[in-house]
């Protein structure tokens, strides 16, 4: 996901995908720890991903004036 795409999102669509890609961090932890991951990548994929959802989030937070 490009941080374009991840500005284009509403509050409750942002809130929304970052519960998707926890849920698929925390099957992915368990697919690990068992051997059985296929795509190791995607592990970083989705943390980086989390990251730039959590940026967005924390950039709206903030008041316009401290800007």
Known sequence: MKASDVKALT???LKDELLKLKKEQFNLRFQKASGQVENTARVR???RDVARIKTVQAQRATPASAK
């Open 11 to 13: 509050a409750d669509q």
């Open 45 to 47: 994929q989705i943390r």
